[in-house]
């Protein structure tokens, strides 16, 4: 791993194009509305006999103040009256949903994210989490993976204090740069001894992860502003870092058109910012884990990735890709088996559904042979830049070269690139083709031709 990412320009200009980034296969751009709660009570009656673990995504779509880059799904809202009857239907979601489980199915992992999940008040975070270990079985022993997202802005020792109290011992930090000029320009004002406030209250309350999340290509950026972001980053030594690129669609997230398109770095820019953040936090003893995120080498994700365990799925990279997955509040994605379903992400829809004790399911997808030999394979190359044929050949019953022998022509046009090493055993994503990893998964994907790029952003 000493050598696992190497930066090539000439490789970088010809694969960076737009494509999916892989939480899921099929992507939730297939999902149609033929899905409905029928499906799901169908996967959950299935996850209830295999007693499979569970992971549970819960949305808190609130802000309290608007970040013009985000593209997230969000109320954008100063009433704080507006969460509590948010809560009431997502309480009865929860209770609906867990009448289809069984009680001896613990939960290993839990991310509450948006939004900003500390615009609920104390009171209503004890009300929620209560209402979950009430009808789920949350571990009491501080074992699960429990997570949640942080705007420093909106958080103080005390609201540390509670969330740890409450169970949580991960969080994610929203940070994207902190050079004044770009903070004005995205509407985000957040300083560094706020950030350093909440992360010295997490290492002083144990929690057991802290992850920091950068924006590049965002505008008034340099890459000299940004790399002592960066630097001011490394000094605080968080334990995962996810580095993103920042996508301008704002003909797709209405916040985005108050960006002065002008003032984005050039395309050359932002290369060489990503170029000189890898070379620092390289420096600094963190490892690529692939698809924007870092890791220090005692982390579970860089562990897990070494010993070939790593997973992904709608919260990213994972190590419990073996749960089933229920998403839980406006907009969530459950993924049970082989059943992907989406609540609605209208808010308005979300509640009317509950309130006439409805599941909110609005669409979705059930994946067939081929989606799952697919999700499989790009599972394997996005996770551990390798895929071995007589693993899969196994799982599925099939002949690797002859099932996929339309795409030799493109696997072997990469391979001559430099980006893979392909083998009559096994695809091996090259040091200086694993920031281009989606590009060799995009060659496995049945569905990208079908689909508009402009719906995805770029590689890099």
Known sequence: MLDAIRWDSDLIRRYDLAGPRYTSYPTAVQFHGQVGTFDLFHALRDSRKAQRPLSLYVHVPFCANICYYCACNKVITKDRGRAQPYLQRLEQEIQLIACHLDPAQTVEQLHFGGGTPTFLSHDELRQLMAHLRKHLNLLNDDSGDYGIEIDPREADWSTMGLLRELGFNRVSIGLQDLDPAVQRAVNRLQSLEETRAVI?????LQ?????????????????????????EVISLQPDRLSVFNYAHLPERFMPQRRINSSELPSPAHKLEMLQRTIEQLTAAGYRYIGMDHFALPDDELAIAQEEHTLQRNFQGYTTHGHCDLIGLGVSAISQIGDLYCQNSSDLTAYQNSLASAQLATSRGLVCNADDRLRRAVIQQLICNFKLEFAEIEQQFNIDFQGYFGALWPQLQSMAEDGLIRLERERIEVLPAGRLLVRSVCMAFDAYLEQQNRQRFSRVI
């Open 207 to 231: 929690f057991r992860s802290i992850n920091i999340d950068l924006i590049y290509g965002l505008p008034k950026q340099t890459p000299d502003n940004f790399a002592r972001t960066v630097e």
């Open 200 to 204: 010295d209250a997490a290492r002083t």
